[in-house]
């Protein structure tokens, strides 16, 4: 099974709501990712968790919160979003964070409105 | 820093082609490269995984090859299907950190 499920597929909040994507892995991988994907653009990396501790944030707005509350779960929580954080959000899952392929889910369509 | 490119950047071909996709990466210290398939709105397949110790995976029609000292990977598709018209993506792992660069893509269209 190779597969990582994200939901919910499609999301639209306005700026002062507060909402939260999840992500789920059962292959035993110890590193999860978040990334960011704009039209026509490649995915942009947001945080990694490895061994639900986070080791890399690069430089995200605190209005998102990532969490790993177990070695299968990863959630993104949203809060203030601006209309240009309108985006596709992948999840990710490898064997470690060093090496190993990357697994994606299909993607939360987020709109802000 | 890496940079990863990728050209063209656009492809239409007919059905039934043989074609090579290239990737370019700017720092041979790469741990691994991934090529991946990403369809119109919905997340990225991995198609081929090469680890910087080996020059080619192959996967049924795909095939992947690397060439670290010259930063070259390509990505053949033989026989090329209507259904695989997609964007594909490759991206290197650097040595240092293990971050994951992408390229921007090649968007294919095999017509029927």
């Known amino acids: 099974d190779t597969e990582v499920t994200q939901t919910p597929k499609h999301l639209v909040m306005g700026m002062t709501n507060k909402k939260s994507l999840k992500c789920e892995q059962h292959m035993g991988h110890r590193a999860m990712y978040w990334y960011k994907q704009k039209a026509k653009k490649p995915p942009e990396l947001m945080f990694v968790y490895s061994y639900e501790k986070l080791s890399i944030n690069e430089s995200v707005p605190s209005r998102f919160s990532p969490e790993c509350p177990n070695s299968s779960l990863l959630n993104l929580h949203l809060h203030a979003l601006q209309p240009e954080d309108s985006a596709l959000y992948l999840c990710?899952?490898?064997?470690?964070?060093?090496?190993?392929?990357?697994?994606f889910g299909e993607g939360s369509r987020l709109t802000v409105l | 820093k890496q940079e990863v490119t990728q050209i063209p950047a656009a492809l239409s071909v007919p059905e039934g082609e043989n074609l090579v996709l290239n990737c370019s990466f700017t720092d041979s210290a790469i741990y691994n490269l991934q090529w991946f398939r990403q369809d119109p709105g919905k997340g990225l397949t991995s198609l081929l995984l090469?680890?910087?110790?080996?020059r080619e995976q192959t996967s049924g029609r795909l095939n992947a090859s690397l060439d670290k000292s010259s930063g070259r990977s390509t990505l053949y598709i033989a026989a090329s299907q209507p259904g695989d018209s997609a964007t594909y993506l490759c991206a290197v792992r650097h040595n240092q950190g293990g971050k994951l660069i992408f390229g921007q893509g090649t968007e294919l269209s095999v017509k029927p």
């Open positions: 090469i680890q910087s110790s080996q």
């Open positions: 990710a899952s490898s064997q470690d964070r060093t090496a190993g392929e990357l697994f």
